[in-house]
Nanobody, 124 residues
Framework: QLQASGGGLVQAGGSLRLSCAAS????????VGWFRQAPGKKRTFVAG????????IYSSSVEGRFTISKSNGENTVVLHMNSLKPEDTAVYYC???????????????????WGQGTQVTVSS
């Protein structure tokens, strides 16, 4: 129900655009979050957006560099990543959370559906 894409290799300071395509059924009652997991580390919250697009939230480590947005017509959530740093290297996952649980958007265990990850590698 969720398909993440857009990862790749980029130099520090560069940009990447990740996409999360949701099925119509998923998109109707779910908000979306992006998480990342570096080797040997826990999965951490990156950004979240309500399906209406009215609310967005970022982790402090990416605020000001990453932008999350959605395309209603395409049922797609996009994560624009700018000024990338080597510490942004991780597998990035998108996930869907019921709109009734938006207050838990930062907590991976509260999510209902996960897409497969996409690798982002930032070289120094």
């Amino acid at each position: 129900q969720l398909q993440a894409s857009g990862g790749g290799l980029v130099q520090a300071g560069g940009s990447l655009r990740l996409s999360c395509a949701a099925s119509v059924r998923t998109s109707s009652v779910y908000d979306v979050g992006w998480f990342r997991q570096a080797p040997g580390k826990k999965r951490t919250f990156v950004a979240g957006i309500t399906w209406s697009g009215g609310n967005v939230i970022y982790s402090s480590s990416v605020e000001g560099r990453f932008t999350i947005s959605k395309s209603n017509g395409e049922n797609t959530v996009v994560l624009h990543m700018n000024s990338l740093k080597p510490e942004d290297t991780a597998v990035y996952y998108c996930a869907a959370i019921s709109t009734t649980k938006w207050r838990f958007v930062r907590f991976s265990e509260k999510y209902d559906f996960w897409g497969q990850g996409t690798q982002v590698t930032v070289s120094s």
